[in-house]
């Protein structure tokens, strides 16, 4: 099986390599659009801000080839958040492959950006097979996908929001996988058993 990392400059890529590794998996890091069309599962990663990502990604023309793909897609924080239509960070226009808006928290009612552990519930969906109710994972965010119909996960900060989403062969994830610890690795492993 081959797993593809797409390799851009935002991409949180070592880590998400890492926690790979720990699971037993070895992933190929690229931005070939051949590699990345002919592999099993692609991983979409993202840290950093919206509009100079999404500058990354067309300057190699990857804006196109991930909206085209037909196999499982993981895509991780800001990853997740270039796979919605609009972002409110600088104005952005993004993937739209989820027909969904991406919206600042209100930093009037909490400390934006949420940084730290936060719990996940009402979870559905193969990617999260056998993960508890209310399992902690690693978020830094200032952004949020807010509740629509492909939430697979919710997390309560300032209001309910999506913290996972899942439309097709798309699938995203708010937090950090890669740096929450078991039940990350759970859903890695869970996206890479994926048919």
Not at 164 to 183: D, L, P, W
Request: charged share 20%.
């Amino acid at each position: 099986m081959k797993i593809v990392i797409i390799k851009y400059n935002a991409g949180n890529i070592q880590s998400v390599l890492y926690a790979l590794e720990r699971i037993g998996v070895q992933a190929v890091v690229t931005d070939n659009h051949e590699e990345i069309i002919a592999a099993d599962k692609v991983i979409f990663p993202g840290v950093g801000e919206a509009s100079s990502a999404i500058n990354s990604l067309k300057e190699n023309n990857l804006d196109q080839i991930i909206k085209s793909l037909k196999q499982p897609v993981l895509g991780i924080c800001v990853g997740m958040q270039l796979l919605c239509k609009y972002s409110e960070e600088n104005d952005t226009q993004c993937l739209a492959v989820f027909d969904e808006p991406v919206k600042k928290f209100d930093s009037t009612v909490f400390k934006v950006p949420q940084i730290g552990w936060n719990n996940i519930y009402d979870l559905h969906s193969p990617l999260m097979k056998d993960i508890p109710e209310n399992s902690y994972c690693y978020f830094v965010h200032s952004y949020y996908v807010p509740m629509n119909e492909h939430a697979i996960a919710t997390t309560d900060y300032v209001q309910p929001y999506a913290s996972a989403i899942h439309k097709n062969n798309f699938y995203g994830v708010q937090f950090h996988a890669e740096k929450s610890a078991a039940v990350g690795e759970k859903i890695l492993k869970n996206f890479i058993e994926i048919i």
